[in-house]
């Protein structure tokens, strides 16, 4: 099956930067996109970054200019490279794949926790 695995969270101060890697194991068919949301306590869940197999991205307005999704294929991994973090940012981040194969069938990770705090 579908597995997803995340690495890369942690505690830093607000400023500093941290990256995501999220790699995907079991896909047999194409991946039309992968991405991440987050999801801080007693808010709903937000879609942070994504990026599609054309190679467009899409950033919520609260992190452009601040965090760079990208992709490696052939790792079947994708990256979130977070800078200038603030508070606001703590949360616990998911990321997921679409594989595409008679419909869009989305598998998640099982979130990393990225706590901002000094």
């Known amino acids: 099956q579908v597995q997803l695995v995340e690495s890369g969270g942690g505690l830093v101060q607000p400023g500093g930067s941290l990256g995501l890697s999220c790699v995907a194991s079991?896909?047999?068919?194409?991946?039309?996109?992968r991405g991440w949301y987050r999801q801080a306590p007693g808010k709903e869940r937000e879609l942070v970054a994504q990026?599609?197999?054309?190679?467009?991205?899409y950033y919520v307005d609260s992190v452009k200019g601040r965090f760079t999704i990208s992709r490696d294929n052939a790792k079947n991994t994708v990256y979130l490279q977070m800078n200038s973090l603030k508070p606001e940012d703590t949360a616990v981040y998911l990321c997921y794949v679409d594989e595409m194969s008679s419909r869009v069938v989305r598998y998640w990770g099982q979130g990393t926790q990225v706590t901002v705090s000094s």
């Open positions: 079991g896909t047999k068919f194409m991946i039309n996109a």
């Open positions: 990026i599609t197999r054309a190679g467009s991205t």
